[in-house]
C-alpha cells in the first residue's frame, strides 16, 4: 500500500512522465557511458567525464522544443563545451588563475542569455563543464581524453533524445499565437455584425470576446518557460514579439468599435467592411505561422483600407461632419494599421521576403541588419546600470570566483562541489537565496549521513558499480519528484556511489561532501545579501518608472509633431524601445522569484501594457497623420495640449506610484465617440475636411492611452502578481 500511495503521488506530480523519462534516458546514457569507460577502457578520465558530461547537459540544461531540436542543440554546443573544458583544463595550474577565468567564464556565460533564451537553458551546464576542469589535477596531457568522454556523453544523449521515450512535442509560442489571432479574428466578426446588424446575438459575441482575451492574455512573455518564449535577438523572435503587441492592440481597438457601435445598425457601414477584411487578414496571419502554411500577403487588406480612407466622411459644404462615424472609421482605420503589422510581422517570423516599404518602416527596419548587429544591440541594451539580467549575471560571476578561491586554498579534495553548491542556493534575490539554503544544506547532511553510514558498511566497488543506475534514477527522477530536499539527499548519494568507484575514499568522503557543501552555500548566501539583493523587484520599479516617463515624453512629442512645433519623435520613440527591452528582462526575471504573499503588489501586467501601446500606436498615427497636419489651428491645439498635459501628469502619477510598489485606484475615463463629439464640436466651425480628420484620429489615440491607464486593476493581496485581465 505504501508503494501503491507513493507511485500515485509521483504520477501526480509528473503528468506525462516527462521527468520521469528524462531519468531514465540519462540513467541509460550515464551507465553506458561510466561503465564502457571506466571498466571497458579503464579510464577514470573518460568515465569522469563522460558521467559529468551527461549529467551536466542532460539534467542541468533547460533545452527548449522538441526532441530533435534539443538534440541539434546538444551537438551545435559541442565546440564551447571543448573549448570551456579546453580553458579550464590550461588554468587549473592556479588558483588564482582558474578563479580569473571563473569569474570572465562566468559572466560571460550568464550575460550571453540576454542575446538567446536557448543560452540561458545551457548555461548552468556550460558553467559546470568549466569547473569540473578547472581543478587539479593540473594535467594539460589529459584534455584529449576529458574531451573524449564529454563528446561520447553529448552525442550519445542527443541520440537518446530522439529515439528513447522522446518527450510530447510542447505547444510552442508560434502554436498560441496562431490560437490568439483565430480567436481575435473571430471576435473581429462578431464585431463587424454588430455594427450592421441587430444586436440579437450578444451572447455569441460576448463568448467570442472572452475567449480572445484568454487567448491574447495566453502570449504574455510570463506566461510561457523562458526557454520557449521569443526573447532572442534575432529577426524571428522580435517579429513574434511586435506580432503579439499588434494583437493585443487590434483587440483592444475592437473592444472599442463594438462600445462605439451606432444604436441602429447601418446595413453598408465602411468600418464593418474595413472590419471584415481585418478578421480574414488576422485569422490569415495566424494560419501562416503553422509549419509549412503558405505567407499571408495583406494585399487584400491595402486594398481595403484605401477604399475606407477615400470614403471617409468629413461632410459636404456646409454639413457639420459625422463625428461618431468619424470616429468609428478613425478606430477601424487604426485597427486596420494594427492588422497589417500583425500580418507583415508573421512574415518576418516565417522567413518571407518583405518588400521595399515594408522592410524601410522603422518598425521592421532591423530586418536589413545582420543576425551579429541584432545581438549586438540587445547586448548593448542591457549594458545598464539597471539591467536585472548584469546584476545577475555580476553576481553568479563573482559568488563562483570567490568559491574557486576558498576551495584552491583550502585545498579541498573535491572543491568542485563547493562551487555546484554555490551555483545551486544561489539565486537573483536574497529571499530566493535564503529559500534554496534550507533544503540544499538539509538534504546535503542526510544524504552525507546515508552515505557515511552506507560506506562504513560496504567497502566492495563492486556493490557500488551494480546500484549505481538505481542512484540516478534516484536522484534524477524521484528525486526531482519529491522535493529539493529529497533531491540533494539522492544527489549526495550519487556522488558517494560514482567517487567510491573511481577513488575509494571511505566514510570521509561524505564528510567532504558535507563540508564543501556548507562552503559553498555559505559563499551563496553572502553573495546574494551582499550583491542587488532585492532581486529584480528593485529594478522593475526603477525601469518601470524610467519607461512611463519615456512613455509620457514620446506621447507629447507626438502631440507637437503633428501641431508643427517639433519634427517626428524619432529620438522619443527609440528610447521607449530601448527602456522596453530593460523592462521586460527585469520583468521576466521578477516572474520567476518569489514574493511576500501578504504584500500587495503592482498589477505588472496591465502597468506595463499602458507602455506597450505607446510606441506602435504613435508611429500608426503618425503614418496617417504626418507632422505639421494640424498646424494653424489655434483652437485644435489648445484641446490637445490640454489632452497631453492630462495624459503626462497621470503617467507621471503612475510612474511615481510603481517607484514606490504600488497602484491606487483611478476614475474611470470614457472613451466613447459621444464623449469626443461633446468635446470636438465646438472646435468644427468652418474647418476644413482633412483637418477633422487628423484631430479626431489625434484625439482618439489620446483618448485610447488615457482609459488605457484608467484601466489597470489593483491586485489583491496575496494574489497573482500579473492579472491578464480586459485592460
Request: aromatic fraction near 6%.
Amino acid at each position: 500500500m505504501l508503494g501503491t500511495s507513493l507511485l500515485g503521488r509521483l504520477r501526480r506530480r509528473d503528468p506525462g512522465d516527462a521527468i520521469l523519462r528524462r531519468a531514465a534516458r540519462l540513467t541509460l546514457v550515464a551507465s553506458v557511458v561510466f561503465y564502457g569507460c571506466r571498466y571497458g577502457v579503464g579510464s577514470s578520465t573518460l568515465a569522469t567525464y563522460g558521467l559529468f558530461g551527461t549529467i551536466a547537459a542532460g539534467s542541468f540544461a533547460q533545452l527548449p522544443g522538441p526532441a530533435p531540436q534539443r538534440a541539434r542543440i546538444l551537438v551545435v554546443s559541442l565546440p564551447a563545451v571543448w573549448a570551456l573544458i579546453a580553458v579550464g583544463s590550461l588554468l587549473a595550474w592556479s588558483t588564482w588563475a582558474a578563479a580569473g577565468g571563473m569569474l570572465v567564464v562566468g559572466f560571460v556565460v550568464a550575460f550571453a542569455g540576454v542575446g538567446n533564451p536557448r543560452l540561458v537553458g545551457l548555461a548552468s551546464a556550460f558553467q559546470l563543464f568549466y569547473i569540473l576542469a578547472s581543478f587539479p589535477p593540473y594535467q594539460p596531457d589529459a584534455l584529449p581524453a576529458r574531451l573524449g568522454g564529454v563528446t561520447l556523453a553529448v552525442v550519445l544523449l542527443a541520440v537518446a533524445e530522439v529515439f528513447l521515450w522522446p518527450d510530447p512535442v510542447p505547444v510552442s509560442y508560434r502554436q498560441r499565437l496562431a490560437e490568439a489571432a483565430d480567436g481575435v479574428a473571430s471576435f473581429l466578426d462578431a464585431a463587424a455584425g454588430r455594427l450592421t446588424a441587430p444586436p440579437a446575438a450578444a451572447g455569441d459575441r460576448d463568448a467570442r470576446r472572452e475567449r480572445a482575451y484568454d487567448l491574447v492574455a495566453a502570449i504574455e512573455l510570463n506566461r510561457s518557460p523562458p526557454a520557449l518564449a521569443p526573447t532572442a535577438a534575432g529577426a524571428q523572435d522580435r517579429a513574434l514579439r511586435i506580432s503579439a503587441a499588434a494583437l493585443r492592440e487590434v483587440l483592444a481597438e475592437a473592444d472599442r468599435l463594438v462600445a462605439d457601435a451606432p444604436p441602429e445598425p447601418i446595413a453598408d457601414l465602411a468600418a464593418a467592411r474595413l472590419l471584415r477584411c481585418c478578421a480574414d487578414t488576422t485569422r490569415a496571419a495566424g494560419r501562416s505561422l503553422s509549419p509549412g502554411a503558405p505567407a499571408v500577403v495583406p494585399a487584400d487588406l491595402d486594398v481595403a483600407v484605401g477604399r475606407a480612407e477615400s470614403a471617409y466622411p468629413v461632410g459636404e459644404g456646409r454639413d457639420a461632419p459625422d463625428v461618431p462615424r468619424l470616429c468609428r472609421d478613425a478606430t477601424a482605420l487604426a485597427l486596420a494599421d494594427r492588422v497589417r503589422v500583425l500580418a507583415v510581422g508573421c512574415r518576418v517570423a516565417t522567413g518571407a521576403p518583405l518588400d521595399g516599404a515594408d522592410a524601410s518602416s522603422e518598425l521592421f527596419e532591423y530586418t536589413r541588419r545582420s543576425p551579429w548587429t541584432l545581438y549586438w544591440w540587445q547586448f548593448r541594451s542591457h549594458l545598464a546600470p539597471r539591467s536585472a539580467h548584469l546584476h545577475s549575471s555580476l553576481r553568479l560571476a563573482v559568488a563562483l570566483s570567490i568559491a574557486r578561491v576558498a576551495a584552491g586554498l583550502l585545498q579541498l579534495t573535491h572543491g568542485f562541489w563547493v562551487l555546484l553548491a554555490t551555483l545551486t542556493v544561489l539565486r537573483t534575490s536574497a529571499a530566493d537565496t535564503r529559500m534554496a539554503l534550507r533544503p540544499a544544506v538539509l538534504g546535503t547532511i542526510v544524504g552525507a549521513v546515508v552515505s557515511g553510514g552506507v560506506m562504513l558498511v560496504v567497502d566492495e566497488p563492486i556493490v557500488y558499480a551494480v546500484v549505481l543506475p538505481v542512484t540516478l534514477l534516484l536522484a534524477f527522477g524521484v528525486g526531482r519528484l519529491l522535493g529539493p530536499v529529497w533531491q540533494q539527499a539522492l544527489f549526495t548519494l550519487l556522488l558517494t556511489v560514482v567517487f567510491a568507484q573511481l577513488s575509494p575514499a571511505g566514510w570521509r568522503l561524505a564528510e567532504a561532501r558535507l563540508v564543501d557543501v556548507l562552503l559553498g552555500a555559505v559563499i551563496g548566501v553572502l553573495a546574494g545579501v551582499a550583491m542587488w539583493p532585492r532581486g529584480a523587484d528593485h529594478d522593475l520599479r526603477h525601469n518601470a518608472t524610467r519607461y512611463l516617463t519615456a512613455s509620457a515624453d514620446a506621447v507629447e512629442q507626438t502631440i507637437q509633431a503633428v501641431l508643427g512645433d517639433a519634427p517626428a519623435p524619432e529620438g522619443a520613440l527609440r528610447r521607449v524601445r530601448r527602456r522596453m527591452v530593460l523592462i521586460d528582462s527585469s520583468y521576466c526575471q521578477y516572474h520567476a522569484e518569489r514574493h511576500d504573499p501578504h504584500r500587495q503588489r503592482v498589477n505588472w501586467d496591465a502597468v506595463l501594457s499602458t507602455g506597450h501601446h505607446v510606441v506602435p500606436g504613435a508611429e500608426s498615427l503618425l503614418r496617417r497623420n504626418p507632422p505639421g497636419c494640424l498646424a494653424g489651428w489655434p483652437e485644435a491645439a489648445a484641446l490637445l495640449r490640454d489632452s497631453a498635459g492630462r495624459l503626462r501628469s497621470a503617467y507621471d502619477a503612475l510612474a511615481d506610484e510603481v517607484g514606490h510598489g504600488r497602484t491606487s485606484p483611478r476614475t474611470p475615463v470614457s472613451s466613447t465617440c459621444l464623449d469626443q463629439l461633446d468635446r470636438i464640436r465646438p472646435l468644427l466651425g468652418e474647418a476644413e475636411r482633412q483637418p477633422v480628420r487628423h484631430l479626431i484620429e489625434v484625439d482618439r489615440w489620446l483618448t485610447g492611452l488615457a482609459d488605457s491607464l484608467a484601466r489597470i486593476p489593483l491586485p489583491a493581496v496575496g494574489g497573482p502578481t500579473g492579472d491578464h485581465g480586459k485592460h
